[in-house]
């Protein structure tokens, strides 16, 4: 059991690095619009919802593309992200100095 244990870790992590690697590319080739921090909560969401729309059709796809499929489970994750990073910034101006 520890044996599958191990190798699990060993695939979450890999995986877990590929999928970092696709929302890093996926940033870059955004990196001409604005940057997160500069939008606002609700717009953030707004694109969040969009993303999370983008990934249900390509889901609903008779077939599935599965490289677009993944590329917007990439973009999805990428809004999440944006939005932790933004919460992070506005804690860290409320934390004491």
Same mark, same amino acid.
């Given at each position: 059991?520890?044996?599958?244990? *191990? $190798?699990? *870790?060993?695939?979450?992590?890999?995986?877990?690095? &590929?999928?970092?690697?696709?929302?890093?590319?996926?940033?870059?080739?955004?990196?001409? =619009? /604005?940057?997160? &921090?500069? +939008? =606002?909560?609700?717009? &953030?969401?707004? +694109?969040?919802?969009?993303?999370?729309? /983008?990934?249900?059709? /390509? +889901?609903?796809?008779?077939?599935?593309? $599965?490289? !677009?499929?993944?590329? /917007?489970?990439? #973009?999805? !994750? *990428?809004?999440?992200?944006? &939005?932790? #990073?933004? +919460?992070?910034?506005?804690?860290?101006? =409320? !934390?004491?100095?």
């Amino acid at each position: 059991m520890e044996q599958q244990a *191990n $190798y699990n *870790n060993r695939r979450d992590a890999n995986n877990i690095t &590929l999928f970092m690697f696709d929302m890093i590319e996926k940033i870059k080739q955004n990196k001409h =619009k /604005e940057p997160w &921090l500069n +939008l =606002k909560f609700s717009k &953030l969401i707004v +694109l969040l919802n969009h993303e999370i729309g /983008e990934l249900i059709d /390509e +889901l609903r796809k008779h077939e599935i593309d $599965y490289f !677009a499929a993944k590329r /917007e489970c990439a #973009d999805v !994750a *990428n809004f999440a992200f944006f &939005l932790w #990073d933004k +919460l992070t910034q506005l804690e860290q101006k =409320k !934390a004491p100095q």
